[in-house]
């Protein structure tokens, strides 16, 4: 048992390595947009320029008198809403009182339910159509024309997930937002006639065909039921479908009456003409707020079943409508319902029982109301044989948006709402996507404008818009409801109203310039005649001042023209350009003018001083090539060129450039319009709308860009004219054929939705279904009496693909999402190459999408933005648990949440853990063999062994025994060693009073001799002088006796054995007297040797409590030391002298010290004692010898370590040194510099 938890505890571990988890935090992305390039600001240096005035001889013109406001008045029809040409007509109307019969859905003939099942394969991948605006639409409508799908349209679902189902005659077709797929009968359908399209309450699809049936498929299971005539379905023509309650399906049919198919049940019952409806071709059904069942039939009118009530009601020609043909049938509110028959609808409103009626006498030309659809606004859209129209019956008036080629009418076959305000319609003529909103409105060149291209379009003070043709000019009412035309000979290009309300025109051909004075009524045409440069020119500018500025690109020329006096002048900066014409002009806010050209950058003219300078790709710019030029609130100038947009800001003398590559669509930018706190950049493939406090974002964080294309409503990409905001806000711009009235959109809060729709598996892709609902299916079916042998048979191919799935060891335990994505996907260690493909929830707009992706575990940061809506190929992926990662940006500019998809790549089976598992019982079983073997033998080794100790045992004891004694007699030389110094200094401390005494007796001698001959003369005073003298030398032998004395009672008791004990040390005089006690006993040994003694003793210095024969002891052996290092470098010098250089350098190399050629040295060794900052008594002795190399300054205090020659020391005068000042609670140290001497250190604590 003891054995359990650790077992139980490595498999865990085991377990958890076997799959190793690659997983990390949520990553947000970064930056898709590198950051703006900023250059310096530099002007050319100033050259001069002058005005020209030209001849004042040239006669003006002579105005011409037109009244604008007398000219013809056209309606203009912008998709406004037109009043009913005649009031509704309503009568009076009681549901209760239609005819009814009884009805009991339960007494309904109900049989088994029968069905054919087969497998649904993988569909086929399509090129998918983009949408485009026709040239001649009203409105912002997307359409994708059936020649280009293919297809003819029958209907159109929209799922829960908001992608977009398609029934035609071709099969059903599937949009995911990104990618189109086709199934049909490869697919596993019976049919490809699909006339209808139903997603019921659990999930599956129902298919109505025209020849098969119903086809039902569960996207899930990957299973088809198709319910055909053969199998009890009342006919096979199936014309309408409706869901019932969540588990039943109602089917109308061609001849065939209703079935009730309640799948849940597997139970069909049939509802006929024979039993109580009022035929059997249903055309129409629909299900009221009140659960009461609406049907329409072909030529009986409306059938109105009752469930809760059992009865059924009968509306027709008789009884209240105006054809007994049924279209289409409508709840647009509680208690009204709609009904199309033919060229009239019917409005029953059975709250306040009227019956209404509209028909062509309102002015709508409708004919066969085919789809009704109530919008956010209360309005009624109804597509109808010939166009669709948007009905406000509350205010009696309509509008009609026409659909087809000439958008006039056009066969409208369903409506579908999507997304906010999106309206998908199946029309004959393909599908289209309209705004349910009309944000966008257009005015088309033709259709509503008699010309055959436009120029510039503005709005006047008086709020008119005044519209630019080759024709002429157009004078649009405020409310854009109807338009005056002035004919102008040649054609407007470009139009300009100047401060007093004139308005400026001209430009489109050499026809030169018209100014109409809008209070004098009068028209003025000036041309070259009458001053001008040129015919041809560009659009202008009003300064301060009251010039217009004009360029003449055909000769270069620029010229200005008052507003009052039509006074000209032509400006001449003595360089050409008539190769690099001038395009705009901008006044700046202290009158300088800046003119930006095509070739030579911007020309910037100081009007006071009478200089320019240029700014050009020399100074700064990108391209020299420059548009327009704009300047925002904070003085800032903003410009185009071929090369992205240029921000100007001379207060920092910096120009920041925005290009392609960080975010612009394009590098050509022809204008540029601020509006709110946006820059809309207009370029050849659309709008960027650039937020402008994201120019102060710094590098690594998003932009806020959105580029509007020709899907936002923009009619097209090339822009003729200068855009412009109207007084109402709204966005005006132009190419030759069509004008964009745009209402500028509400910022949308919503962000698109992604998907991860498959994954390919060595590029081969992979469809999972729900294997277990599958297979109860199939085991079910058995028992309704489907053939599943003939099930086999006819997909032996698609099962054996299935088999071939669970064969290569892929593992799944359900599915999820609308794409069928694996639940807890295993795959085998070979099968570790992987992309995935992706997509995002479509808008309406069909912008193109990005995407970003990340595979956590492999990829350290999100892919770069692509469109591409498949993963670049994963190689070679280890064993591990993984997260992919795709999120997907569309026109909003924001960033989606992460769509996720978490699989296992799983070991291969030698590092599985059983085969881990099976590793360690094989190697314990092994180590159990191999420990029980060891065990014996390691028995016999350890009795050999035993009887190796005892004998070595016996030996070790014998050496330390030996070692002892030789570490004795070491320590005992040491001594010795030590005493033989302190006695040759006694000695010779004791040899100069002793020679004193001898002198001095001697001399007594011979004067005692000479005193007894003074007396024997008698001379008395003699003998009386030498007694004196023999006194006092009596007195000095007397005295240095006692010296002699003192001198070894001193020495005896500092050389006394150590008792152990401290006592209160003068340690100025211990070091003292040691000093000369070397001094003197290195003077006996050598006679030759001399050094000067220094001390630097601290008189303030207090006694300490010591063993002072312990501390002498280092004291002397370190004195001695000193005295023998510095004897020793004055040796070496004195043998320099003696040798040539050569020589000298081996001797330098040999005695490491670089310093034998300083012949001045004079040997010194230096006492010293101080009290450090710390409270330590510090004694410090320098010497001023060769040092000590850095190799052995570390190994000095060893034992047995010595620099000395072989018999001349022991090697533990230092290590006993260190032990004795260790052994007192203090420090010795060393402090060594090769060639200037060594310094020993001792300190230790006072207390």
Known sequence: MRYIKPIILLLVLLSSCD?????????????????????????????????????????LPDPVFVDIEKLPVKPLNLLDFKPFKSPVVSSNF????????????DSLPEDKLKYTLSLLGNPKEIITPKPEIPDTAQTNILTINKDEFKIVINDLLIDDSGDTWVASNEGLFHFDGEKCYQYGIEQGLKSININKLLADGNGKLWLGTTTNGVIIIDTKSGLIKTISQDEGLGQNGVTCMLQGNKDEVWVGSYNGGIDIINESKNTIRHLTYRLKLSENYIQYLIKDNKGRIWIGTASSGVDIIDIDKNKIRHCNYETGLHDNSVWALFESEPGIIWISTGEYVTILDMNQGKSSLLDKAS????????????DNNGNIWMGSNNGLYIVDIKKGRYKKIGIGKDFNNGRVICLKPKNENKMWLGTSEGISIVDEIQKVVYINIKKDIAADQFGQQIEDRDGNIWVGTDKGVYIINPDLTSKRFLEIYGGVMFILEDSRGKIWMGGYSEQGLFIYNKKKKTLSHFNITHGLLDNMFLPAMEDKSGKIWFSFPQIGGIMTMHVDDYKMQRLNLRTSLSDKPAVDFLEKQNGDIWISTYGKGILCLDIKAGTFQEINDTTGLKSNTISRLKIDETNKVWFGSEDGIGIIDESKSEITHIQKGQGLTVKEIGDILFHNKNALLFSTKGVVELARSDLDIQNGKSWDLKNHSKYRGLSSAKFTSLPFFSKNGNLWCSDINRISIITPEETDTSKLVTFITGIDIINQPLYFHDKTGLYEELKNSQSLGVKVDSLLKDNKDKLDEDDIIQQKDIQWSNVEGKFNLPVGLRLPYFLNYLSFHFSTTEDGHFDKKVYRYLLKGVDQKWSRPTEKSVSKSYLNLPQGNYTFQVVSKGFDGRWSAPAEFTFTILPPWWKTWWAYLFYIIGFSALAYVFSIYRSRHLKRSNTLLEEKVKIRTKALNESIIELKSTQSQLIHSEKMASLGELTAGIAHEIQNPLNFVNNFSELNKELVEELQEELKNGKIDDAIALSNDIKDNEVKINHHGKRAADIVKGMLQHSRTSSGVKELTDVNTLADEYLRLAYHGLRAKDKSFNAEMITHFDPDLPKIEVIPQDIGRVILNLITNAFYAVNQRKNLLDLAKERSSDNLIDLIESSSDANLKDFTYEPKVTVTTRLTANSQLLIAIQDNGSGIPQNIVDKIFQPFFTTKPTGQGTGLGLSLAYDIVKAHGGELRVESEEGKGAEFIIQIPIS
């Open 94 to 105: 009681d549901f209760e009182k239609l005819p009814s019969d009884f009805f009991s859905i």
């Open 363 to 374: 002015g709508m030309d409708f004919s066969y109301v085919n789809a009704y659809h109530k």
């Open 19 to 59: 799959r190793i988890s690659r997983n990390n935090a949520y990553i947000e992305p970064d930056g898709e947009f590198l950051p703006p390039e900023v250059t310096k600001l530099k002007f050319t240096s100033p050259k001069p320029f002058n005005w020209i005035n030209i001849s004042e001889n040239n006669k």
